[in-house]
């Protein structure tokens, strides 16, 4: 390169499409036909993969049906690999790598797919190789995305002997420096003017990803004290859930139909029809008509317009089975997230959808970009027009103008690969670019028995192309005599969502209340029954396959199952070995992402004292991970070199590994799924909705209302065995239509028949409460109220033990604990329906433990600790026993509120495991007396253990299947 020659600055997009790279001049150096770019991959690892014009003129895989590397077939392996297809594989990878499949155990870098494809690009367009160059990237590629294409550019690079100076930028930042360039000057004044919420939007349409992003606007100036408008980026939540290929795929779908896959792939990736015509564009005819290959025989290719359009406009938005199946034996994408709406409304929804994030401010501009952009706004943009203006745009044409208030519309890539040189080009300038969002680090830590996210990142915006930097200086240690330095990192949006994933344990809690489409309430509980009484994930999904009936959609069921299993049943065993497959299933899904990742460091000498460490952590927007260093402050331990954290070499890590579970997750009654249950209770129902019925027999019908719920019922499973569930959850809910209606009926009755229950004798308050309190959360409100009445004053047991079924409000609940504490005598005694009374609360509802303090959590566990000592003493091993124990247990759940509660290492809960440790020897020996089954003594061994390893934060979920099945007996 010239060194006196005025520097050249190239943006390049390169998305699979209308290719082409800019210069900082605004002149277009590149461009291709309207047809998908493709790469074709080398049957050996070391081969050449081939991109550009030759891989267009190759007949691999082409799909047509001679010769015989053309062909394709659902499932096989592809060597054609259709860039767009690429770009969103990376995308959705996050933190993976991934690769794409060719046979014969050959795979490749979908990253050095890429590389190879932008590489061949500019080489093309340019004959310096020394240039300044920025490439456009999705919005959503993550970091390590990121990280994995800039270095196998690189390697690109070296292979080619090209010296590219390469930089990453957003996608839609380089659509809003275009604008910018040209808009800003208006935009100052309109700056000044406006409110800090107004905001513009870009509307990307292009093949792999159909992105909207909003920008808020400020005003930077450069050292000349020039000022500048930029564009501030916000990171998005989430993958974009439209792919653009998928609306060609859902089009084509309808055409091609019993044609075959070759077809289909011939006309999406070789033939430029659909996609001019999704553009807008006129449709470009050749004479003859293109050979149209199909299953058996060719025929030409002659697309009407007029069908492509009307199918564009009403096909439904949604993955192309097609397109899926061709490419699943290669690399498998999930692409569009389906919805009932067409194409053309869900893309308008999205535009409707990012306005709402932005109630507050104007819409001061708005571009709609991409080489799916038609030349003037379709009709489904036209539909957006009212609530655009509304929102202070300028709707009018002509819409190539680039100002201030207006709507842009760039078709093509040209608005991307502009705002790309010119980004580089103010780099070089020393001139204002872009703010940008930082990713959020945070260092996990363990800290007094819980799990602590330490934020790595504390800065909110930075600007684009710079450097964020930030030492933490003496915060962590590396223990005396420790040879190795343990850490763990997540990578997330938000300091509370990483609390929430570092408790992941809570997130059992969490599915009593998750909605799960396709699944009614009770269903969603059957699925979680089985989950549970199952031995491992496997015999879950075994269970659940024979009870097939009893769902309507079991394919919401079973997939419902694999996530649930893969909480219930996750530790690093069931990690490390695999499970054997359904037959005839689908692939079993595990929880593979995780946002945690982990690195363990050996030291050469085990370090002499407690050692202070500092953290460097370096960052730069849209250029690859992070990088963390770990400085000992005493430069003779490791003679004072930093370790390097490499997020790259870091093994995922799942929270469990931790430590464990410090509480159990909450327990829940499963109810009959059988409607033939209620046949016998229906005449019940209509006779207590008799207003006129007389006191006795209201109280006969109310006893057998009383017997009905109270008794568990029989349930024969697909599997032939026996189990026996409640008639209702603890929340009211019954297992099917008929029993919702009819509990809803019983509920609304009684409380028109307690409507004066100030003219009711004790006697009979106390039957009612006992009874109707079996309807849960569905108990009437009149019975509620008397129930609070006898609380406020000196209630017996009972009561308390209705009250703790029925209630499920934290006043409520924190009343019930505080007339059972008041009921603990001197000698710590708790009769067993106040241990029921606090074990259904704990167990049972959310907040429970929120309903203890610390003098009244401490009394009861000492309180059920006597008990339990009693009951050891006299040898009665009955279900007493067990239900203290599991009183006990989830006591623990109080460390929710006070972390400091029972720490692993306290006297206090030493004292207590082994307390549990004793009742186990005393229990063996009564055993040896032949007082006990053996299977019995083992079960009640393993829960006491299952005890311990929750008081050490290693709990496992399993322990309360068989505490349940105990405590019945």
């Known amino acids: 390169m010239n060194p006196n020659a005025k520097t050249k600055f190239i943006g390049c997009a390169a998305f699979g499409l209308g290719d082409l790279a800019a210069s900082s001049q605004g002149s277009i150096l590149s461009g291709s036909d309207f047809c998908p770019s493709v790469a074709i991959l080398p049957g050996r690892p070391n081969g050449i993969i081939l991109t550009g014009e030759q891989a267009k003129a190759s007949r691999e895989h082409s799909g047509l049906p001679w010769p015989p590397e053309a062909w394709i077939k659902q499932g096989d392996h592809l060597r054609r690999v259709p860039i767009f297809g690429a770009w969103r594989s990376l995308v959705e990878a996050r933190d993976r790598h991934i690769r794409w499949e060719v046979g014969g155990g050959v795979s490749f870098s979908v990253a050095r797919i890429l590389a190879a494809h932008i590489a061949n690009l500019l080489i093309r367009c340019q004959e310096e190789t020394e240039v300044p160059v920025t490439i456009s990237i999705p919005d959503d ?246 609530e655009l203006e509304s929102r202070g745009l300028d709707t009018r044409g002509p819409w190539d103008l680039r100002e201030a208030n207006r709507l842009w519309i760039s078709p093509g890539e040209t608005a991307i690969a502009q705002g790309c040189a010119i980004f580089q080009k103010r780099l070089q300038e020393c001139q204002p670019t872009y703010l940008d969002t930082l990713p959020q680090y945070f260092l996990i830590v363990r800290e007094s028995g819980g799990i602590k996210p330490f934020p790595l990142v504390d800065q909110q915006d930075v600007e684009g192309g710079d450097k964020y930097d930030k030492t933490i200086v003496g915060k962590f240690k590396i223990e005396k005599n420790t040879r190795k330095l343990d850490i763990v990192i997540s990578r997330h949006s938000s300091y509370e969502e990483v609390v929430n994933l570092t408790n992941v344990f809570d997130e059992l809690d969490r599915q009593l209340k998750t909605e799960i489409e396709g699944l009614s309430k009770a269903e969603a509980s059957l699925v979680r029954h089985f989950v549970r009484e199952a031995k491992d994930r496997y015999k879950a999904l075994r269970s659940l396959e024979s009870n097939r009936r009893e769902f309507g959609h079991f394919e919401s069921a079973f997939q419902y199952a694999e996530r649930f299993a893969a909480l219930w049943y996750e530790s690093k065993e069931d990690r490390s070995s695999a499970k054997p497959q359904l037959t005839g299933q689908r692939e079993h899904l595990e929880r593979s992402d995780t946002q945690f990742r982990s690195l363990s460091f050996p030291f050469s000498i085990p370090a002499p004292d407690e050692m202070p460490v500092d953290l460097h952590m370096r960052i730069k927007p849209a250029s690859g991970m992070a990088h963390l260093e770990i400085i000992p402050e005493k430069e003779s331990f490791l003679r004072g070199r930093p370790v390097f954290v490499d997020y790259r070499t870091m093994r995922p890590f799942h929270p469990e590994e931790f430590g464990g579970r410090g509480w159990p997750p909450l327990d829940e009654l499963t109810p009959h799924p059988d409607p033939s249950i209620w046949i016998n209770i229906d005449g019940v129902v209509s006779a207590l909705e008799n207003p006129s019925i007389s006191t006795d027999e209201f109280f006969a019908l109310l006893n057998q209302v009383y017997d009905f719920f109270k008794t568990r019922k029989q349930y024969i499973s697909g599997d032939n065995s026996i189990r026996y569930l409640p008639v209702l959850s603890q929340d009211g809910v019954a297992g099917c239509q008929k029993g919702e209606e009819l509990v809803l009926r019983i509920s609304k009755a009684l409380q028109l028949h307690t409507s004066a229950l100030g003219a009711w004798n004790v006697h009979q308050i106390n039957s009612l409460i006992t009874r109707a309190t079996w309807l849960y959360g569905l108990t009437p409100e009149n019975v509620l109220n008397r129930v609070r009445e006898d609380i406020s004053r000196h209630p017996r047991t009972p009561t308390l033990e209705a009250a703790s079924r029925a209630m499920m409000e934290q006043p409520d609940l924190t009343s019930i604990f505080e007339s ?117 003594v083992e079960k009640a061994e393993s829960t006491m253990k299952g005890i311990i390893d929750y008081l050490d934060y290693s709990g496992n979920p399993n322990v309360i299947t068989i505490l349940a099945e105990l405590s019945e007996d």
Not at 880 to 894: A, E, G, P, W
Not at 916 to 932: A, C, D, G, I, P
């Open 141 to 386: 590629l993550d970091e390590y995305g990121q990280e994995s294409l800039i270095n196998e550019l690189n390697k690109e690079f070296d292979r080619l002997n090209a010296h590219f100076k390469v930089r990453l930028l957003w996608r839609p930042v380089g659509a809003a420096l275009a604008w910018l360039e040209e808009a800003g000057g208006d935009m100052k004044k309109v700056v000044v003017e406006r409110n800090p919420e107004d905001f513009f939007i870009v509307l990307y349409l292009g093949v792999d990803s159909i992105e909207c992003a909003s920008f808020r606007i400020k005003i930077r100036a450069d050292k000349k004290g020039l000022y500048y408008v930029v564009p501030r980026r916000e990171r998005p939540k989430g993958i974009s859930p439209l792919a653009g290929y998928d609306w060609a795929g859902n089009v084509l779908e309808k055409i091609v139909q019993e044609n075959g896959e070759g077809a289909f792939w011939q006309a999406l990736v070789s033939f430029p029809d659909i996609w001019e015509t999704l553009a807008g564009r006129r449709l470009t005819r050749v004479d003859p008509p293109r050979i149209w290959g199909l299953e058996k025989s060719y025929c030409l290719w002659e697309p009407d317009s007029n069908q492509l359009s009307d199918i564009i406009n009403t096909v439904k938005c949604g993955p192309s089975k097609m397109l899926r199946e061709v490419q699943e034996g290669s690399c498998k994408v999930n692409g569009t997230i389906p919805c009932k709406s067409s194409w053309s409304e869900r893309i308008a929804g999205i535009v409707h959808e990012r306005l709402k994030t932005h109630e507050g401010g104007r819409l001061v501009g708005m571009i709609v970009c991409g080489p799916l952009t038609p030349p003037e706004p379709p009709s489904w943009l036209s539909s957006c027009f009212p």
């Open 820 to 936: 059972i504490v008041e009921k603990v005598d001197l000698q710590n005694n708790l009769v067993i329906q106040c241990i029921r009374a606090s074990k259904n609360i704990l167990s049972y509802r959310s907040n429970g433990q929120n309903a203890l303090n610390d003098k009244t959590t401490i009394k009861l566990f000492n309180a059920v600790l006597g008990e339990l000592r009693k009951y050891s003493d006299q040898n009665n091993y009955q279900s007493k026993f067990f239900v203290s124990l599991t009183l006990l247990l989830y006591l623990l759940r109080y460390r929710k509120v006070n972390e400091r509660f029972l720490l692993p290492k306290e006297q206090e809960t030493k004292l207590i495991e082994n307390d549990l440790y004793n009742f186990m020897e005393k229990m063996k020996k009564w055993n040896v007396e032949k007082k006990l089954s053996s299977l019995r």
